[in-house]
């Protein structure tokens, strides 16, 4: 029996939705439901265009796996508004044996009202305070949770980090990755990044209208059109701009 497993080995579907409705309408999610997903040891990243339902999966499993859905871990629940689709009640997550069972949800969407709920509710047990993450920019701020809360083996689901990070702190972000991989961890990631989705061994799932399959950097459609517009920025400016 294989004890070196990551924290979540497979997702199934243990129930049907309505396949006429949201989010079964996504073709990625109805394929996930229909044949399941394997994740693999280390990072995975989906990688799509919006509405491609990269982030309905990872919130869902995150979801599915105990965490918080507006960020942050199973014991500090939060809510402001539920918005989560209800794929994450039809799930079942295959966990490993052996893997540890904490994780962490960074969404960069709802992470405003994840600083406010530890601002109101301090843990009193905690080796040292929370920092004041809304005295610090978008992007310090997570950059602080990077450093805080990616501290130890786990699950770690994130949608779209790259969305308060430069350049320069999205490779340091690479960086924690791979510690956090090499410490035992396993990281599922939705992300517009090529400069993330380059991360060396990673897997990558492509999102699109036809489901998801496993592809390489090079093949990304995001990386293809990135690399032509770098080149010739008016090749694509020119047909949205009069």
Not at 33 to 40: C, D, M, N, T, Y
Request: aromatic share 8%; charged share 20%; net charge negative.
């Amino acid at each position: 029996m294989d004890f070196d497993q990551p924290p979540v080995v497979r997702v199934d579907a243990e129930q049907r939705l309505d396949p006429d409705a949201w989010p079964m309408t996504v073709p990625a999610v109805a394929q996930v439901v229909r044949e399941g997903l394997v994740l693999p040891k280390g990072v995975t990243f989906l990688v799509g265009e919006n509405g491609s339902g990269k982030s309905t999966l990872v919130e869902a499993i995150a979801v599915a796996f105990g965490l918080s859905p507006e960020g942050g871990t199973a014991q500090g629940r939060h809510s402001t508004r539920e918005t989560e689709s209800p794929l994450h009640t039809a799930l079942r997550l295959q966990r490993g044996i052996g893997a540890p069972r904490w994780g962490f949800f960074l969404r960069a969407e709802t992470m405003h009202g994840w600083y406010s709920f530890l601002e109101n509710n301090p843990n009193p047990w905690a080796r040292q305070p929370d920092s004041a993450y809304h005295e610090m920019s978008h992007g310090e701020s997570f950059l602080e949770v990077l450093r805080t809360r990616f501290d130890s083996p786990g699950f770690y689901c994130l949608d779209e980090p790259e969305a308060a990070l430069s350049f320069s702190s999205t490779l340091g972000l690479i960086s924690v990755l791979d510690r956090v991989v090499s410490e035992g961890g396993q990281v599922l990631c939705a992300t517009h990044s090529p400069v993330l989705a380059a991360m060396p061994g990673a897997t990558i799932l492509e999102v699109s209208d036809a489901g998801l399959h496993r592809t390489t950097w090079a093949e990304l459609e995001l990386v293809q059109h990135w690399r032509r517009y770098l080149d010739d920025p008016q090749r694509y400016l020119r047909h949205v701009l009069d």
